[in-house]
């Protein structure tokens, strides 16, 4: 499981700071892209179709999707031959990728990715979130927003309430100390740690953005069963 998570990361970081969005307001069904059926792997991929009036957007979320889609192929493959080597029983392995455009404004966009994945390893849903900016199309990190001679101190102030709120809303204000420890390591004032966050607007004017919104895969700062965490900042 290790080596597929491993390149759908880097695939992604290589092109996020290629990306330039100009997308339609409105919400729009899902389009389906890909719907794979085989006695050893079983795919879907549903995109979002306001992507498509940026080629360059809609490119790459298909191109992704199929290499995610093609390196799981694989492995499901080789994995199906090596338990019918040893007269061993095979489950089909899964994946299912679906994708939401979840801001746009005049000056950001914000994207959210889930990908389910079942193997052999068992079920494994990651969270991914990207937000660039519509001017220039540079994919933004925290610093962005928290810079100047307070953006350190701003970042702190964001990773506590942070973890405040993950500790009262799923842990009762009472964490065990492995879940202490989940949660500090989440919540970490780094950039490279809070980088899987989207923009919010306010639901009176949807050009204001009002909040940051992290998003944690199942099992991360909560227990599996809670689903995937997203807490407003």
């Given amino acids: 499981m290790s080596r597929a998570i491993g390149y759908m990361r880097l695939t992604r970081m290589a092109a996020l700071a290629l990306l330039a969005l100009a997308l339609p307001a409105g919400t729009i069904a899902a389009q389906t892209l890909i719907d794979e ?3 050893v792997f079983r795919a879907r991929v549903a995109l979002d179709p306001q992507a498509n009036a940026e080629p360059g957007l809609a490119g790459f979320l298909r191109e992704e999707a199929e290499a995610t889609v093609a390196l799981y192929r694989d492995i499901a493959q080789e994995d199906a031959a090596a338990a019918q080597a040893v007269g061993t029983a095979f489950s089909p392995y899964s994946v299912e990728i679906t994708d939401r455009v979840t801001l746009l404004t005049a000056e950001y966009a914000s994207v959210l990715r889930q990908i389910s994945i079942t193997a052999d390893a068992g079920p494994v849903v990651l969270v991914e979130a990207l937000t660039t900016d519509r001017r220039t199309g540079a994919f933004l990190r925290l610093d962005a927003f928290l810079g100047g001679p307070d953006g350190r101190a701003a970042l702190s102030a964001l990773a ?3 973890t405040r709120e993950i500790v ?5 204000d009472a964490p065990t100390p492995d879940w202490t420890r989940e949660i500090r390591a989440a919540t ?3 950039l490279a740690v809070l980088q899987n966050f989207t923009l919010t607007a306010t ?4 050009g204001l953005i009002s909040a940051f919104t992290f998003h944690f895969a199942p099992g991360v700062v909560a227990p599996a069963a809670a689903g995937p965490v997203a807490v407003a900042v």
């Fill in 37 to 39: 059926r085989s006695a």
């Fill in 168 to 172: 009262g809303r799923f842990h009762g």
């Fill in 188 to 190: 970490r004032p780094d």
């Fill in 203 to 206: 639901a009176a004017d949807p």
């Fill in 160 to 162: 506590r309430h942070l």
